[in-house]
């Protein structure tokens, strides 16, 4: 059976239609994607500089916990330098600072090829509050 | 065969009724989304403010002395304390711009809004402390009144209101960022916890 013009009119309309579609999926999920684990990242932050108002300091089993969480997000290069991690006393400033390497997917479209690539970003997140924390003598 | 009068139309309706079903459930998405972030900030925001609180003398709590009789006496310190606890939580720079291009917050925080409310239970007078336009706090005593933030919460111990303004991402599209402006406000109270 032979193709008509409008046949061919209307198979063009629809892939140009699909590829559009297809564009603004890959885009908003990508994006989506990434907002979504940095938010994770910023929940799990949260979760620790509260134990460390309760505490005083980030203590070794929460660290090994808080590394453990970001491990199972999907974060590499985990590293909680500067963080506080002696006991301070009531008032005082407690900080966690959290670096870690994110891995973003990064489509390009060349030449009609589309390709995904994996780029490792360098990211830091920081949390800081004031200690809850009494010890003996009241401080 | 034959091909009907109509048929790209049908097509074309089909076509954009489905891009538009899209568009109606990426805006939800991005409402949700939107809502989220807006809650990780008013957290964020209330530990700024206890921070800030924190700024009180040790002294008059350790004593046998009453929450109720704590004040906030040094609205400038109490200040930059807020303004340095909120920058460590949002991960801003020294201008309050986000550090990371992947925070969802697209631009500079501004602090609209700063108000310390000391309350003496003695003659239950309020003294209202505001942060104006140059950076200076402007006092008044308010005597034997009911006073409230402007969130609505009537003040029966010292107090700190804030709010503040930034734009959050709602899509990315190669290169265009689209933005929504968010005003989260939140009120801490000395006695909580």
Same mark, same amino acid.
């Given at each position: 059976?032979?193709?008509? !013009?409008? #046949?061919?009119? =209307?198979?063009?309309?629809?892939? $140009? ?49 808080? !590394?453990? #969480?970001?491990? =199972?997000?999907?974060?590499?290069? $985990? ?61 | ?193």
């Amino acid at each position: 059976m032979k193709k008509k !013009e409008g #046949d061919i009119q =209307d198979f063009i309309l629809q892939m $140009i239609g699909i590829v559009i579609c297809f564009i603004m999926m890959l885009c908003g999920i990508d994006y989506a994607d990434t907002v979504i684990k940095y938010n994770d990242a910023n929940e799990i932050a949260r979760k620790y500089i509260l134990r460390m108002e309760a505490k005083g300091y980030l203590a070794s089993d929460d660290q090994a916990e808080l !590394e453990s #969480d970001m491990d =199972d997000k999907g974060f590499s290069n $985990i590293s909680l330098a500067n963080s506080t991690t002696t006991q301070v006393h009531y008032g005082e400033e407690v900080k966690l600072v959290i670096n870690f390497q994110e891995t973003v997917k990064a489509f390009k479209l060349e030449n009609f090829k589309l390709e995904v690539t994996n780029d490792n970003k360098n990211l830091t997140i920081t949390k800081a509050s004031t200690a809850l924390y009494f010890n003996e003598d009241g401080n | 065969m034959k091909k009907k009068n109509g048929s790209l139309i049908i097509t074309a309706t089909v076509f954009f009724t489905f891009i538009f079903i899209m568009i109606i459930v990426f805006y939800y998405v991005m409402l949700a989304q939107i809502h989220e972030e807006n809650e990780m900030v008013r957290s964020d925001m209330v530990a700024s403010e206890h921070a800030a609180i924190k700024q009180i003398d040790l002294s008059t709590v350790s004593g046998n002395k009453e929450l109720d009789q704590i004040k906030i006496t040094n609205c400038d310190d109490a200040y930059e304390r807020f303004k340095y606890y909120l920058k460590m939580n949002l991960n801003l720079d020294d201008n309050f711009m986000p550090k990371s291009q992947y925070n969802f917050i697209k631009g500079k925080v501004k602090i609209k809004r700063f108000i310390i409310y000391n309350l003496n239970k003695n003659d239950l007078s309020v003294e209202v402390c505001t942060l104006n336009s140059e950076g200076n706090f402007e006092k008044r005593i308010v005597k034997n009144g009911n006073v409230s933030t402007p969130k609505g919460n009537y003040i029966q111990h010292t107090t700190i209101h804030a709010c503040i303004d930034f734009n959050v991402a709602t899509y990315k599209f190669g290169k265009f960022t689209g933005t929504q402006e968010v005003s989260p406000s939140e009120d801490v109270d000395i006695t909580e916890e």
